[in-house]
């Protein structure tokens, strides 16, 4: 059995990570601050090609696919990233950014980042206000984006 100094593998933790919006975080440093992050998915779409004359089926790549980034956190009043997001939604007027996840290690230092690229929001959504339940409220946005990039050990 392999110590831990020994392992050859250094295994983030999942429950210290910051989004950065570069373009809005000298406005609203609070932008980083979110509680859930899902959506960093990518898969290959196939089409089934049946060779004539005989029973296989052939699986073809297709194009890649990328699932929404999903952010959940506590409703921000005066958000910058809430005006970049209604001036979507109520204008029709999508200005795509760059957006970086970092996950980071137990100094704070990010360990592995992803980049995605051209960012626009497509959803946005507020959780139910409950009279018998004493929680905060929660808003969850979800961006589509062109592609994403894993980034290894660079700092942003």
Do not use: H
Request: hydrophobic share 40%; proline share 4%.
């Amino acid at each position: 059995m392999l110590s831990s100094s020994q392992y050859p593998y250094n295994i983030p933790a999942g429950f210290s990570f910051k989004v950065i919006f570069p373009l809005l975080f000298f406005l609203d440093g609070n932008e980083c601050s979110f509680q859930d992050v899902s959506g960093i998915n990518v898969s290959i779409v196939t089409t089934d090609v049946q060779e004539g004359g005989v029973s296989a089926v052939y699986k073809l790549p297709e194009k890649v696919k990328y699932d929404n980034l999903v952010l959940k956190r506590g409703l921000l009043k005066g958000s910058s990233l809430y005006f970049w997001m209604r001036n979507s939604f109520s204008n029709f007027d999508f200005r795509p950014m760059d957006i970086i996840v970092n996950l980071q290690d137990e100094r704070g230092i990010p360990s592995v980042s992803w980049m995605f690229r051209k960012a626009y929001p497509v959803s946005l959504k507020i959780s139910e206000f409950k009279a018998m339940d004493n929680s905060i409220v929660v808003e969850t946005l979800e961006l589509a984006y062109s592609y994403f990039e894993r980034l290894d050990n660079t700092l942003f």
